[in-house]
């Protein structure tokens, strides 16, 4: 008769596995601060070097952040949300249930330079409104953003609440001019030092720039923002699909050079999400 099976999973997999329960359960909450390699080795029975390699395959895992001179930290569970068929992500995390909270930082009126003037259409040294919003989620920063918006077309917003009311809301509610279309960027980034002390985060950390110009119900451009989001409590999901006519449709103008045939409406990107803020 065969032998009893012997498990060949790795040490070091199995007490990562055990550890991950713990995180699983709550016994090492969100935020918690790991306790020294000694410590671990003691409370898991094992060896330093197998500790290390289990650390290493948590920190892979997405389950632990290590940051030398600080200590090990068990990860917070990045913010997913479905953005399609939303235009904003504060909307889409409200339909999860979640709020964001928002503190401006500065919100003045200064001389718009060269590289905002072009996306604006708007000449350099034109006044602008530049507001400056970081956006929290319980206390924890998740996102910093910075918006202009041509003072000419909405004077005096810089005095309004811009906190507790949302922008996009006081463009259409105070000004008439209702956000409808946007176009966006989006860049891998390294935060800078300032970035890093708002967003309470390691220098250096990495972090997705978001860029965004916006127009108004009769196409004229009235905002352009940056939002630097965490990297390690977010991540940007796309998804795609192929729809194609069956073949011999009567849509010759839809002729595509990569494949048979593709319905007009379907190769035009009706795109009504974002990953930029409103709120």
Partial sequence: MPGPTVSREPLHSIIASRAERRIR?????????????????E?????????RQALAELEHRGLISRHQGRGTFVTRPRLDAAVTGHFTISAALQARGVSLETRVISAAVMPVPRSTADDLAMR????????????????????????????????????????????YTVLADDYGRMVQTATESLEPVIVTTRESSLLEVPRHAPALLIRRVSSDQSGTLVELSNLVLRGDRSR????????????????????????????????????????????
């Fill in 124 to 167: 350099p040294g034109d006044p602008v409104v530049h507001v400056e919003r970081l956006r929290s989620i319980e206390g924890e920063p998740l996102m910093l953003e910075s918006t202009d918006l041509p003072s000419a077309l909405f004077p005096g917003l810089e005095a309004l609440d811009l906190e507790h009311r949302s922008l």
């Fill in 25 to 41: 359960s709550g016994e090492w909450a969100a935020g918690t601060r790991l306790p020294p390699e000694r410590e671990l080795c």
């Fill in 236 to 279: 940007f999901l796309l998804e795609r699909r192929i729809r194609q006519a069956w073949p011999g449709a009567p849509t010759p103008d839809a002729r595509t050079k990569d494949g048979p045939y593709e319905p007009v409406d379907a190769a035009r990107d009706r795109i009504a999400a974002s990953l930029l803020v409103d709120a």
């Fill in 43 to 51: 409370l898991l029975d094992v060896s330093r070097t197998t500790l």
